[in-house]
């Protein structure tokens, strides 16, 4: 008859084969799924956090959940501590065996390593106390003090981000410094790539203090100055809930990366805002957002450019208008995108932009554009007479040339431009089929930013007419005037005028009342001639340097037949006309 020890050793062997066979499955549902299922290496993962000593922590109760590695081991068991090995049969079912006898066994060893715990000595007990659902075990702790704490799902991944956060944080002291700070990041290389941004902030520093500047002091005045104003922003954005499996240091680095390649593919600096808005633009895994992206690519494949709509309204406010009274101090039009076709009235457009960004602070970006089938080259001297201008007026600036249609990169550079400015050499035409062949008229209905089109010498643009028709595209020439009124003390007069419309007074009410909740004061007319001519009427009586108007509606064909009072203001008007979207 078999004894009672013999039948708990062949139950213990039942148990280990059933054990083998779950890690059979449990490996081969890792591998379907793309996703480590091994133990982590002890050395490993210490080489690549670090350590900062080693002391011991006695004898004390572990939660087994808190178990993740092995120290030499960590091949021979999953991620659970399944058994992978048969011929760990025989030991595995002798613990198992001491267990069901009450047996005492001798606590397991185990390194305490970023908050989780790495057996040195006991897998199998581990292994068997798992199966028989222990929750702790007693365990002899030595601490191996580091910088970092793992998650006790972490992965070889992990553990690589936790390594170089380590090592960041070693080099800077930012943890330190600054002992409230979130630079958690889900992708390996992020914090390489932060120490990399903060080293081009000591060197900028040192360049503009004209002495050493310590890693340290640098890492203070990045996160301080760049990182939490680049984070404001993705805040701002709501980016966070269009990428929910990311980290605000995730989306900060895709930014400050795509920053860079834009500004070596454009050849000028772009701004951390429309880095960040191009990431909102383009970017989001919620099923929305690549419906939309997917609808904009079919509409855009069917549908003539000359036909389309343009951009929403109120997308370019969402992106440029600061929200909070204590930012309008900040230049709105940051960088300013200027095409120069050489001949001596387009310099206009470079002498309007002077003066904007002399107001602003603005960095001026010119472009220079050859037909591809334009027997010209580029004019050279083109490039010393905008640096010499830009020299002049104390304004940063700079020149690239591009070949290839001017209407399409003038748009496809708009987009990393907060304005652009054009000289009217050709107006949009009064027929029908000359007007949908107009240069100028296809641009500013493709064109994702506002554009101030500029017929003549330049203004000083003080006096503002915003023609106002309650539209929404009107009212975003609204706000933008009242939003320059405060913070330029822009001199405004409001204009609405429909020779048909007998609800006139009410869009007039509308304005002051908006204007009025703003704190602007206004002027205000009303009028019951042809839109037109109302408005350079108005601009007239009122001595007005600049019209601001809302872009064309959203149903171009109709305008290209019947025509629009833009088309018009732009074929009669002498004065700068900025084209709001």
């Keep these: 008859m078999m004894s009672d020890r013999e039948q708990r050793r062949l139950d213990a062997i039942d148990e280990f084969r059933r054990a083998r066979r779950r890690a059979l499955i449990e490996d081969l549902l890792a591998w379907l799924r793309g996703q480590p299922d091994d133990l982590l290496d002890f050395e490993e993962v210490r080489q690549r956090i670090g350590d900062l000593g080693w002391a011991s922590a006695g004898l004390r109760e572990i ?22 090995q048969d011929s760990d049969e025989a030991r595995w079912a002798n613990v ?17 390593l970023g908050g989780l715990y790495f057996v040195k000595d006991g897998n199998h007990r581990v292994s068997v106390a798992r199966e028989l659902g222990f929750s702790h075990l007693m365990a002899l702790v030595t601490e191996v003090r580091t910088r970092v704490t793992l998650d006790p799902d972490a992965t070889l991944d992990d553990v690589i981000i936790a390594g170089e956060y380590a090592t960041l944080m070693e080099a800077t002291g930012l943890d330190q410094a600054r002992p409230d700070l ?28 004209g002495q050493p500047v310590t890693l340290q002091d640098a890492a203070c005045v990045w996160y301080d100055e760049v990182y939490v104003p680049g984070v404001e922003l993705i805040r701002a954005r709501g980016l966070l809930h269009e990428f929910p499996e990311r980290t605000e240091t995730d989306l900060y680095v895709w930014v400050a990366r795509r920053q860079a390649a834009l500004e070596a593919s454009l050849g000028w600096p772009v701004a951390t805002h429309t880095a ?26 069917f549908i003539p450019e000359t036909m389309r709509g343009g951009p929403e309204p109120g997308v370019w406010r969402r992106d440029h208008l600061p929200t909070h009274a204590d930012e309008r101090h900040q230049g709105l039009f940051r960088t300013i995108l200027v095409p120069l076709a ?17 107001r602003d602070d603005s960095r001026l970006c010119g472009l220079h ?17 905008f640096a010499e201008r830009c020299a002049a007026a104390g304004v940063s600036g700079r020149l690239v040339y591009e070949e290839g249609n001017i209407g399409s990169q003038i748009c496809e550079r708009a987009r990393w431009a907060d304005l652009v400015v054009v000289h009217v050499a050709y107006p949009p035409p009064p027929r029908p ?8 008229r296809d641009l500013i209905q493709r064109c994702p930013q506002p554009i101030l089109a500029v017929p ?30 405060l913070r330029d003390d822009l001199s405004l007069v409001v204009v609405t005028a429909d020779e048909h419309n007998e609800r006139l007074s009410e869009n007039l009410i509308r304005a002051h009342n908006y204007l009025e909740q703003q704190g602007v004061v206004a002027g205000y007319v009303l009028d019951r001639r042809p839109t037109g001519e109302a408005i350079l009427a108005a601009a007239a009586e009122h001595r007005s340097d600049l019209i601001m108007m809302g872009c064309y509606g959203a149903r171009p064909a109709f305008e290209i037949v019947l025509g629009s009072t833009l088309d018009y203001v732009l074929r009669e008007s002498r004065l700068p006309v900025l084209i709001c979207r």
């Design 433 to 440: 089929l000359a007007r949908l062949r107009s240069g100028l």
């Design 369 to 385: 554009v050859v037909a591809s089938d334009s027997p010209a080259p580029a004019t050279p001297d083109v490039a010393e007479r």
């Design 182 to 209: 979130d630079l958690r990041a889900t992708a390996p290389s992020a914090h390489q790539a932060i120490g990399a941004l903060i080293e081009q902030e000591r060197r900028r520093l040192e360049r503009r203090r």
């Design 276 to 301: 960040v808005a191009e990431l909102a633009r383009e970017g989001g895994s919620r099923p929305g957002r690549i419906l939309a992206r997917a609808s904009e690519r079919l509409f855009d494949a």
């Design 63 to 84: 939660p087994l959940s808190e178990i993740v590695g092995s120290v030499g081991r960590y091949h021979e068991f999953t991620r659970h501590f399944l058994p992978r």
């Design 96 to 112: 198992r065996a001491a267990m069901a006898e009450n047996r005492q066994l001798p606590p397991i060893e185990v390194y305490e």
């Design 456 to 485: 003549g010498p330049p203004a000083s643009l003080k006096r503002a007419l915003v023609a106002y028709d309650h539209g929404p595209r009107s009212h975003e020439a609204l706000i933008l005037a009242a939003y320059l009124a």
């Design 342 to 358: 050489g001949t001596p009235e387009s310099w206009n457009a470079l002498d309007q932009a002077l003066v904007l960004a002399q």
